[in-house]
């Protein structure tokens, strides 16, 4: 069993940048994938950015060049870095591990809200 925790989520005026991360309970060296949704109130859950067990990450068109997803194997960490933030960013974020054919994990979540 995998637990994910979330934190960095918070204030930001547009422009701004924001360090998520998502600290796993156990190992994430197994996980294929991790990565990170967000829900916006009102809004259906979207994919933000998936990044594989090699470390090969894909975006949505909605944020591509300006948030990078990462991953620290040895920490069990995977970072959201978000730059050139917009008031469409605003979001609760979700962190997300899965296995191949396994149901996946997902975390509590953490509030981003950015002003204009």
């Known amino acids: 069993q995998v637990q994910l925790v979330e934190s960095g989520g918070g204030l930001v005026q547009a422009g701004g940048s924001l360090r998520l991360s998502c600290a796993a309970s156990?190992?994430?060296?197994?996980?294929?994938?991790m990565g990170w949704y967000r829900q916006a109130p009102g809004k259906k859950r979207e994919l933000v950015g998936i990044?594989?067990?090699?470390?090969?990450?894909t975006y949505a068109d909605s944020v591509k060049g300006r948030f990078t997803i990462s991953r620290d194997n040895a920490k069990n960490t995977v970072y959201l870095q978000m730059n050139s933030l917009k008031p469409e960013d605003t979001a609760v974020y979700l962190c997300?591990?899965?296995?191949?054919?396994?149901?996946?994990?997902w975390g509590q979540g953490t509030q981003v809200t950015v002003s204009s």
């Open positions: 156990g190992s994430i060296f197994s996980m294929d994938f």
């Open positions: 990044i594989t067990s090699s470390g090969s990450p």
């Open positions: 997300y591990a899965q296995m191949i054919g396994r149901n996946p994990y």
